[in-house]
């Protein structure tokens, strides 16, 4: 199956999934992960409609961006640590694996010095797996309510990576908390805070999350096949 094909598969579960959840399946951003991918196999992606691009690393990315053919949106999905800010704040147009205020702090000093004001989402570590990174569900609102601080970050959503579990019904529940953390959060409001995405969901569980309120899916291995 060629990268276009795949996508059209992709696509038509996400319109089934945002239509049996009672939205609109252009609510819905589809990013393609090109972690561990080629340039040119992106810009295929690109080619066949992608507007936005994932990586969860600022080495990979700063070797690949460069090479792009093409212009997408890059979001940053990978850990990241403070004293790579600099890089990832002049690679990526979205941040999304925010986890801590130190962290923010310092994606706010360097977008300050590049004349930016960078999107950036908080992660949220749903399932509380050592292994995975992202603040506890109880930090956020400290979070957010410290984030006001930082004039050159937009706070605009939450990031999660589900647990990786043997069946969806298990999954749901985590993307059924992600979203009421979401609508509390949005209850919050500043300026430079908003909630607006809610990114959950990759290839074997995008269509449980959007069931349960994505707005933002992560897609790499259902769009490019497996990883080596
Ligand atoms: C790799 C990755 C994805 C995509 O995973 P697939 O299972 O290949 O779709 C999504 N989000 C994050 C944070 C990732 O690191």
Redesign the pocket.
């Known amino acids: 199956m060629s990268i276009a094909e795949n996508l059209d598969i992709i696509r038509k579960r996400i319109a089934e999934a945002s239509r049996s959840s009672g939205r609109k399946p252009e609510d819905i951003s589809l990013i393609a992960?090109t972690?561990t991918r080629t340039a040119a196999e992106a810009d295929e992606a690109v080619s066949a409609g992608i507007n936005n691009i994932?990586e969860?690393r600022v080495q990979e990315a700063k070797l690949k961006f460069p090479i792009l053919a093409s212009s997408p949106v890059k979001h940053m999905?990978?850990h990241l640590q403070s004293n790579k800010a600099k890089e990832a704040v002049k690679l990526f147009d979205m941040i999304q694996?925010v986890d801590s205020l130190r962290l923010l702090a310092e994606i706010d000093r360097e977008a300050r010095k590049n004349n930016k004001v960078l999107n950036v989402l908080a992660e949220v570590n749903i399932g509380g797996e050592a292994t995975k990174s992202g603040m506890k569900p109880e930090e956020l609102s400290g979070f957010l309510s410290e984030s006001v601080k930082y004039l050159n970050v937009r706070v605009s959503g939450l990031m999660t990576?589900a647990p990786f579990l043997e069946s969806q019904e298990k999954v749901r529940p985590y993307f059924k908390k992600m979203k009421e953390l979401f609508e509390e959060a949005a209850r919050f409001s500043a300026p430079n805070v908003k909630m607006e995405h809610l990114s959950m969901g990759?290839?074997?569980d995008f269509v449980t999350a959007i069931e349960e309120g994505a707005t933002m899916v992560?897609?790499?291995?259902?769009i490019f096949g497996e990883?080596k």
């Not at 992560?218 to 259902?222: P, Y």
């Open positions: 992960v972690k994932g969860n999905i990978g694996s990576i990759m290839s074997g992560r897609i790499g291995t259902a990883r």
